[in-house]
């Protein structure tokens, strides 16, 4: 086979040396012809033999040799899938590409998410490998312009559906009067007429889906409906050929009224599941393309995503929004409904934060811009709605192993229902209606729509009342918390704190601020805000001390400022003001203290506010039975005076940051599903161990990162909410599940022992689907009870 030329990116890669030894182990592997790496470009090229090596070869070797190929994501739009088995077949195509690691597609969204080995895979192939099982594809770039193409492309579909049920049913009509009232009945020749359009010409997305299906080696809905009433015509028309032209032996009616009844069910259906995705596209309506930017002592308009950082924004009464950013002056209300779920408008001021699409009131606002682009806030709802939109939940796992083998299944019922009719009953006509029947109501449909649907709708209800639901999974897990463990600072407190008061060295506040000068911390920037208007000194020597305090050098001066755990650790006696210290924990303040040597110099006495809202999320979640826990790093008689305010039922204090991933795994080994709730960097591998993470919005990236649920306020009463939204779409998702299964159970052998006609087979049909997307639907109007 000829050569083909690899290009991967490397990461890892320090020296000289790096590259010379990945080049030798790459040139090693069998097929590569030719291997060269580049330290300056970070990345490998290669020829190989694609016969005997691939990208993931590849990669494998690069990561046993100490490096990384990192990988890339890619989000394409989906056309011309019409069920599950559909979805499963293209996710079995794009898995099954060189250097492709995981593939999603989902059937409600019409999407297909492919993760890839960086440089393996382009755009390009991806659509090619879509188009050649036979769909349509193109990339998701998230644009305006996109999302209007893409709304009047479904507009487009949508009208020549209705436009081909319109014809369909008109001509599909005298064929029903003759089966209401047989007086009626048109000639067998006018049937012919009347049903042959309707079969070849309004039938023909039908008989292409199937091709298109069993060309890839799968069966789908169209297979089903294309072989049920190419039966009932092809076998009227046979009796025709043969000169018997009883009505008896006319089924022209049922094959017409069934592709009627289908069609009429996809656009309901169609109209149902943009329905659905409504939430999504209300979102990405949000965000204003241009912004007014003052600039030279002029005001120019550019585009929204090219905003820098830091320029001086107009925004205008009634105008949305374009960046996130700060007040910078002016007055006014802003609407955040649709971006934070906060129902009433917000008084903005200078020096209040404000988020892209938001709604301006009355006022003028200049903004300073701190978030633009793909980083702004609503930006990032976007693509938080988007992924879980798109990601599958566990159960669907179940669902598309079940698709892929249904209609193989149905076809054998349909098989047997013949033969058991015909061979043993004597009855071929009864045979032939028996196994049309099971061909016609068996619906994949109902159970590939009836997981992505509730998804996408419960995921859309939760981003509209300010609860982010990063995956599927996670909203899966969510349903069934039966702990939540919450982190203090900037959880239950408003992560805010400011010094009230402090005992000791005359120079204690500058001496501390001047230790903590850079630091991020909530505790480092009150001490500083307390110092401010004091002359600070360099500081030399800083090291932190996770969970304890920080070493510095200030002066000349070795410093140590921290907890009462570092002044113990470094036995260092805190006895001239130990009464005093427990006095300020008592009333929930934390106490900081500051050593030179190993003398206590003194100790600052912080105070951080609880969350107004704290409280009512505590007696939320117990009123849903659920058991709440608080874990901080904080002394105990703080944390204590905490918990008392807001009722958590159990407190664990004075936890090191490394120790509290230690203490979920705890909570989880007793057999309860732990949701694990905090806003900072020390936060991320507790919110990782836990079975569901949820960070505050008002946090860091790395929280939010590793959460599954982020509430966009920072308010921990959507705590209760975003667990009942969560428990309302499972509770969906089961539902949907439950009918599009019993349906199957009853309606296939109901249609194989001769029950139904192709008629009320094919009216079930339609509309199981149809029924599964409008009970998700309901969803909407969960209100956050």
């Given amino acids: 086979m000829t050569p083909v030329t690899l290009s991967l990116p490397v990461r890892g890669m320090t020296c000289a040396a790096c590259s010379t030894r990945l080049e030798r182990v790459l040139g090693k592997l069998p097929g590569v012809v030719a291997a060269s790496v580049s330290l300056a470009s970070e990345t490998a090229d290669l020829r190989i033999d694609p016969a005997r090596t691939g990208p993931e070869q590849v990669a494998e070797a690069v990561t046993k040799a100490g490096f990384s190929v990192p990988e890339e994501s890619f989000e394409l739009a989906i056309s011309g899938m019409t069920c599950a088995a559909c979805s499963t077949r293209l996710e079995r ?13 989902n059937l409600a969204a019409e999407r297909a998410n492919v993760t890839a080995l960086a440089g393996a895979v382009t755009v390009a192939g991806l659509v090619v490998a879509v188009t050649k099982a036979g769909f349509g594809a193109q990339p998701v770039t998230g644009g305006q312009d996109q999302l209007a193409r893409e709304e009047e492309e479904h507009a487009a579909d949508l009208r020549r559906q209705t436009v081909r049920l319109v014809v369909s049913a008109v001509l599909t009509l005298p064929l029903v009067v003759g089966m209401v009232v047989p007086a009626l009945a048109v000639p067998a020749w006018a049937q012919l007429v009347l049903a042959t359009p309707v079969q070849f010409w309004i039938g023909a997305r039908f008989y292409a889906g199937a091709w298109a299906s069993l060309r890839g080696g799968v069966g789908n809905m169209d297979v089903l409906v294309a072989m049920g009433t190419s039966a009932a015509y092809g076998l009227s028309a046979w009796h025709m050929a043969q000169g018997h032209f009883n009505h008896d032996v006319m089924y022209f ?45 002029t005001v120019i308009e550019l585009p929204a995503d090219v905003v820098p950082v830091g320029a001086m924004v107009l925004v205008r009464p009634g105008e949305r929004v374009p960046v996130d950013g700060m007040v910078a002056d002016g007055v006014s209300q802003v609407d955040e409904s649709l971006v934070t ?14 988020v892209a699409g938001a709604v301006n009131g009355d006022g003028l606002l200049r903004i300073r811009a701190t978030r633009v682009g793909t980083d702004s806030t ?46 043993v009953a004597g009855d071929w006509g009864q045979a032939a209606v028996a196994a049309i029947s099971v061909l016609v109501i068996a619906c994949p449909c109902a159970l590939g729509l009836a997981t992505p649907t509730a998804i996408m709708v419960g995921t859309g209800t939760a981003a509209r009342h300010g609860i982010l639901i990063k995956d599927a999974e996670a909203l899966e897990r969510a349903h069934a918390v039966g702990v939540v463990v919450f982190d203090k600072t900037g959880t239950l407190t408003e992560g805010r704190p ?26 480092a920037r009150a001490v500083l805000a307390a110092a401010e208007g004091l002359v600070l000194s360099p500081v030399a020597g800083f090291r932190s001390l996770p ?3 920080l070493s510095a050098t200030v002066d000349g001066r070795s410093l140590m400022v921290g907890s009462a755990r570092l002044m113990a650790e470094n036995s260092i006696d805190v006895g001239p003001w130990r009464s005093d210290a427990e006095a300020e924990e008592a009333r929930g303040r934390t106490v900081m203290w500051a050593a030179e040597g190993n003398r206590v110099l003194g100790f600052i006495a912080v105070a951080d506010p609880v969350k107004p809202s704290a409280a009512q999320a505590v007696a939320g979640l117990r009123a849903q039975g659920i058991e709440t826990v608080m874990l901080t790093g904080d002394n105990a008689r703080a944390a204590a005076f905490v918990a008392a305010q807001v009722g958590v039922d159990r407190v664990l204090a004075e936890v090191l940051p490394e120790d509290k991933a230690a203490e979920v795994a705890k909570l989880k080994a007793e057999n309860k599903v732990v949701a694990m709730v905090g806003d900072g960097i020390n936060d991320a591998p507790a919110l990782a161990a836990a079975d569901i993470g949820i960070a505050m919005g008002t946090g860091t990236d790395v929280a939010m990162q590793a959460a599954g649920i982020t ?4 308010d921990p009463g959507l705590l209760p909410a975003a667990l009942s939204v969560s428990r309302a779409t499972y509770g969906k998702i089961r539902q949907n599940l439950f009918w599009a299964f019993v349906y199957n159970v009853v309606a296939l052998p ?36």
Avoid: C, Y
Avoid at 274 to 293: C, F, H, N, Q
Avoid at 388 to 417: E, G, M, N, T, Y
Avoid at 511 to 518: K, M
């Fill in 547 to 549: 969970g304890r305090g």
């Fill in 93 to 105: 195509v794009l898995g099954k590409l060189a250097g492709v690691r995981r593939a999603e597609v």
């Fill in 711 to 714: 509430l966009v306020k920072g």
């Fill in 378 to 423: 609503i930006n990032r709802i976007i693509r938080m709605v988007q992924g879980a939109q798109a990601s599958k939940a566990p159960v669907q796992k179940l669902v598309d192993r079940i698709s892929a083998v249904f209609v193989p299944a149905v076809v054998a019922v349909a098989a047997l229902s013949l033969l058991g009719w015909g061979l």
């Fill in 750 to 785: 109901a249609a194989a022992l001769g029950l139904l006609n192709p008629v009320i087979a094919g009216a079930a049909m339609a509309f199981s689907s149809v029924s599964v997307v409008s009970n998700s639907l309901l969803l909407r109007r969960w209100r956050g009870r």
């Fill in 253 to 297: 009616e049922g094959a017409a009224v069934v592709i009627t009844l289908v069609l009429l069910g996809k656009v309901l259906e169609t109209r149902a599941k943009r329905s659905a995705a409504g939430a999504i596209r209300a979102l990405m309506k949000l965000r204003p393309d241009t912004a007014r930017v003052e600039q030279d002592g």
């Fill in 341 to 354: 779920g906060e129902s009433l408008p917000v008084l903005k001021e200078a020096g209040a934060e404000v």
């Fill in 498 to 523: 400011a010094v009230v008061t402090h005992q000791g060295d005359s120079d204690l506040v500058r001496l501390v601020a001047s230790a903590q000068q850079g630091s991020e911390h909530p505790l």
